[in-house]
């Protein structure tokens, strides 16, 4: 398993519409994770950390499931806004190759009105 | 306060030239990073530093690229002899303790590169 995987998408739905992405990790011993933003030609900026089962805020979820080693976002009525990659984000090894945190590729969503 | 801020913003210059990209992180943050990001890509680690202990150099793609920090402050990478494909955003972030993967990264605008 790669040390982080997500499917790139592009995931097209409708404004309002519930989206959910996952995010696999290899690293079992793990203990905290991130989803960024990154927005067109930006910059990647935190969205979410989560530390322990889950997280929630205002319209967004995210839920991890250790056993499995994947991590979840939801989104829930879905904005225009919205649109942008999904950056899942998992602690390297210990002074492994990557520094501390290791970027998923990302994935891509698309709101539509 | 103040984010992370890189300079400069843009640069275009001409392939076998060297350059010089800054980043100026977070104060207080003692770990610092540098990405590579190319057009529709993921992003690339290239070098890791937290605090006085030796860089973590091993995402550096050859001995053309190097990096410079100066106790907990400004950052410099270093492209000498630059090739097309070195085209690409480079990004900076930084975050309060590295190593842990306990805090999260906090991320500059970029520096767009583009060799001629």
């Known amino acids: 398993r790669k040390e982080v995987e997500q499917d790139p998408g592009p995931f097209n739905v409708p404004e309002g519409a519930t989206v959910a992405f996952n995010c696999t990790y290899s690293?079992?011993?793990?203990?905290?994770f991130f989803w960024y933003r990154q927005d067109c030609r930006k910059e990647p900026k935190l969205l979410m950390s989560?530390?322990?089962s889950g997280n929630e805020d205002g319209r967004f979820t995210a839920q991890l499931n250790r056993a499995s080693q994947y991590i979840s976002l939801l989104i829930r009525d879905s904005k225009l806004s919205d649109s942008a990659t999904y950056l899942c984000?998992?602690?390297?090894?210990?002074?492994?190759?990557?520094?501390?945190?290791?970027f998923g590729k990302g994935t891509k969503l698309s709101v539509k009105p | 306060g103040a984010g992370v801020s890189q300079s400069p913003s843009n640069k275009v210059t001409e392939k076998g030239k060297d350059v010089e990209l800054r980043c100026d992180p977070i104060?207080?943050?003692?770990?610092l990073y540098w990405y590579r990001q190319r057009l529709g890509q993921g992003l690339e680690f290239l070098i890791y530093?937290?605090?006085?202990?030796?860089?973590?150099k091993s995402g550096l793609p050859s001995d053309r690229f190097s990096a410079e920090r100066t106790g907990e402050s400004v950052s410099t990478l270093t492209i000498q002899r630059t090739q097309q494909e070195d085209s690409a955003v480079y990004l900076c972030?930084?975050?309060?303790?590295?190593?842990?993967?306990?805090?999260?990264?906090?991320f500059g605008d970029g520096t767009r590169l583009s060799i001629l």
């Open positions: 972030a930084s975050s309060l303790v590295g190593g842990q993967g306990n805090q999260p990264q906090h």
């Open positions: 690293n079992s011993a793990s203990q905290s």
């Open positions: 989560v530390y322990s």
């Open positions: 984000v998992v602690p390297g090894n210990y002074g492994g190759s990557q520094g501390n945190l290791i």
């Open positions: 104060s207080g943050h003692t770990a």
């Open positions: 530093f937290q605090g006085n202990s030796a860089p973590d």
